[in-house]
């Protein structure tokens, strides 16, 4: 399976820097906003601790970043089997079996057949030490032909259906950051999904934008709205404050944002940010698209279908929100 190579270790160091230039005082738990997940009726905390980039820490570091994510209060955990081969699930089989009850739990299988997916969701329930996952997710759904896969005969959609009536999991949806035309085409193909997961970021809307694209069809249909990438891998922080980044995708009309945390100070900080947000006005908003204007293009948003065919700087291969 493919993976995402994140950042050079200088740019990762940067991320870190400008966020903890906001505040050193460590946040308190609780007090995370919380919005209602479109026709699910959950509540989910407006940020969530994904499990993609587990790789860069390790095993026991990736456990404390989840407890300690809990801890703070938040209760969306995001992953996926292909993640670390496995072993990302692993880490919340490890921490969050005693407080499954409090918290929202979803895993992904990039599986286009209704064979491979079964099986990915029983090896994705054995790591994570639990007999239903709340929200399954067909993964990282990129190309026209995938789809046709997907809802072919014995395609991946017939194991979602079965799982979801099974109680193996509470509710369906699908996730993909590579062509929001793709997007469009799987909401076209099925009207029973309960949720989707798309990057938005302050520098989407000047390429290929699933904010314009694919955002307002979800929130029509009522759907569960996730967000990833909100600072294009850390790329929009050499114009933008961490905060900006955050602050502007929650200031869409998403329900959550899935973060990925290689340290217990990001997650610290992407706390304190969430339990101060509140949502920006248009002139703030314009003024930060404006500012990641200057960088977008496929060379920063490298998990796009690349129209300009110019070398991406941060090549896609899977892996992380950011």
């Given at each position: 399976?493919?993976?995402?190579?994140?950042?050079?270790?200088?740019?990762?160091?940067?991320?870190?820097?400008?966020?903890?230039?906001?505040?050193?005082?460590?946040?308190?738990?609780?007090?995370?906003?919380r919005r209602t997940?479109?026709?699910?009726?959950?509540?989910?905390?407006?940020?969530?601790?994904?499990?993609?980039?587990?790789?860069?820490?390790?095993?026991?570091?990736?456990?404390?970043?989840?407890?300690?994510?809990?801890?703070?209060?938040?209760?969306?955990?995001?992953?996926?089997?292909?993640?670390?081969?496995?072993?990302?699930?692993?880490?919340?089989?490890?921490?969050?079996?005693?407080?499954?009850?409090?918290?929202?739990?979803?895993?992904?299988?990039p599986q286009r057949?209704?064979?491979?997916?079964?099986?990915?969701?029983?090896?994705?329930?054995?790591?994570?030490?639990?007999?239903?996952?709340?929200?399954?997710?067909?993964?990282?759904?990129?190309?026209?032909?995938?789809?046709?896969?997907?809802?072919?005969?014995?395609?991946?959609?017939?194991?979602?259906?079965?799982?979801?009536?099974?109680?193996?999991?509470?509710?369906?949806?699908?996730?993909?950051?590579?062509?929001?035309?793709?997007?469009?085409?799987?909401?076209?193909?099925?009207?029973?999904?309960?949720?989707?997961?798309?990057?938005?970021?302050?520098?989407?809307?000047?390429?290929?934008?699933?904010?314009?694209?694919?955002?307002?069809?979800?929130?029509?249909?009522?759907?569960?709205?996730?967000?990833?990438?909100?600072?294009?891998?850390?790329?929009?922080?050499?114009?933008?404050?961490?905060?900006?980044?955050?602050?502007?995708?929650?200031?869409?009309?998403?329900?959550?944002?899935?973060v990925g945390c290689?340290?217990?100070?990001?997650?610290?900080?992407?706390?304190?940010?969430?339990?101060?947000?509140?949502?920006?006005?248009?002139?703030?908003?314009?003024?930060?698209?404006?500012?990641?204007?200057?960088?977008?293009?496929?060379?920063?948003?490298?998990?796009?279908?690349?129209?300009?065919?110019?070398?991406?700087?941060?090549?896609?291969?899977?892996?992380?929100?950011?």
């Open positions: 399976m493919r993976r995402r190579t994140f950042l050079s270790s200088s740019a990762a160091a940067g991320w870190t820097l400008s966020a903890r230039s906001a505040s050193t005082a460590s946040p308190k738990p609780g007090d995370i906003p997940f479109g026709k699910t009726g959950e509540k989910l905390t407006i940020i969530g601790q994904a499990g993609g980039r587990f790789p860069m820490c390790g095993f026991e570091e990736a456990r404390a970043i989840t407890l300690r994510a809990y801890d703070l209060g938040i209760n969306y955990f995001d992953n996926a089997r292909i993640y670390w081969n496995g072993r990302s699930e692993e880490v919340y089989g490890a921490v969050l079996p005693p407080f499954r009850k409090h918290i929202f739990l979803t895993t992904k299988s057949t209704r064979k491979d997916a079964e099986q990915d969701l029983k090896q994705s329930l054995r790591a994570l030490k639990t007999d239903y996952v709340d929200l399954w997710q067909i993964h990282q759904v990129n190309t026209m032909e995938e789809v046709e896969q997907i809802f072919g005969p014995s395609g991946a959609i017939e194991a979602f259906e079965a799982a979801k009536q099974a109680g193996k999991c509470r509710f369906i949806g699908f996730t993909g950051h590579h062509d929001p035309d793709v997007h469009l085409a799987m909401l076209k193909k099925y009207d029973k999904y309960d949720s989707i997961l798309m990057p938005l970021n302050p520098a989407d809307p000047s390429y290929l934008s699933f904010e314009k694209m694919v955002l307002p069809v979800a929130v029509e249909r009522g759907m569960g709205i996730q967000a990833m990438k909100s600072t294009g891998n850390a790329g929009l922080l050499s114009e933008l404050h961490l905060k900006d980044c955050l602050s502007y995708v929650l200031s869409l009309p998403v329900h959550c944002l899935a290689t340290t217990i100070g990001q997650v610290e900080d992407d706390v304190r940010i969430a339990q101060q947000f509140k949502p920006l006005a248009e002139q703030e908003m314009a003024r930060i698209r404006k500012a990641a204007e200057r960088i977008a293009g496929p060379h920063l948003e490298g998990w796009k279908r690349d129209t300009q065919q110019r070398a991406s700087a941060y090549r896609y291969r899977d892996g992380a929100q950011g």
